[in-house]
DNA sequence: GCCAACGTTGGC
DNA sequence: GCCAACGTTGGC
């Protein structure tokens, strides 16, 4: 099992919206190393789902439901997509401040490149920011 | 294969 | 709205 951390702008799908569709496509990602990323992902992985620029802070936990085919919304196969479904909402949300205070997150994927949508989460760092969230999960 | 110019992302 | 940190493109 890995864990993972997806960002999206509230602007344009936001959690909320998520919870509503009950599962989505995750398209759009047009960078190689997020695309390696998506790549990677297997059925029931694990991710937090960010909201960057309007929110700034992980609110939810989805699962891989769908592993990587090629992103219908591209004109390229070389671009994928995945399809996740939301698990549970965090009871605390977890912002990026809060991220960038804690010593034991220093080294998360997300701080070191901040551009990069689709990121890697080590099982410590996983654990640390479901506590940070005072969120257990079911690990089935 | 280098690098300047440009575009995009995302925090502030 | 600005800017830093990338990634991409295209001329040479």
Redesign the pocket.
């Known amino acids: 099992m890995q864990f993972w951390l997806v960002?999206?702008?509230p602007f344009k799908y936001s959690w909320q919206q998520l919870l509503i569709d009950g599962s989505t496509c995750w398209d759009?990602v047009?960078?190689?190393?997020a695309r390696n990323n998506l790549q990677a992902m297997r059925e029931c992985d694990k991710a937090f789902f960010?909201?960057?620029?309007?929110g700034?802070a992980i609110v939810g936990i989805v699962e891989i439901c769908r592993s990587s085919y090629p992103d219908p919304t591209a004109d390229n196969p070389r671009w994928l997509a995945v399809d996740v479904r939301p698990i549970c909402t965090l009871k605390k949300a977890v912002c990026?401040?809060e991220i960038?205070a804690n010593p034991k997150l220093s080294n998360m994927a997300?701080l070191?490149?901040?551009?990069?949508?689709v990121c890697p989460i080590s099982l410590s760092e996983w654990q640390e920011i479901l506590n940070m969230g005072e969120t257990k999960i079911d690990m089935d």
């Open positions: 960002k999206s702008e759009g047009r960078n190689y190393q960010y909201h960057s620029n309007e700034l990026l401040h960038k997300m070191k490149q901040g551009r990069l949508s």
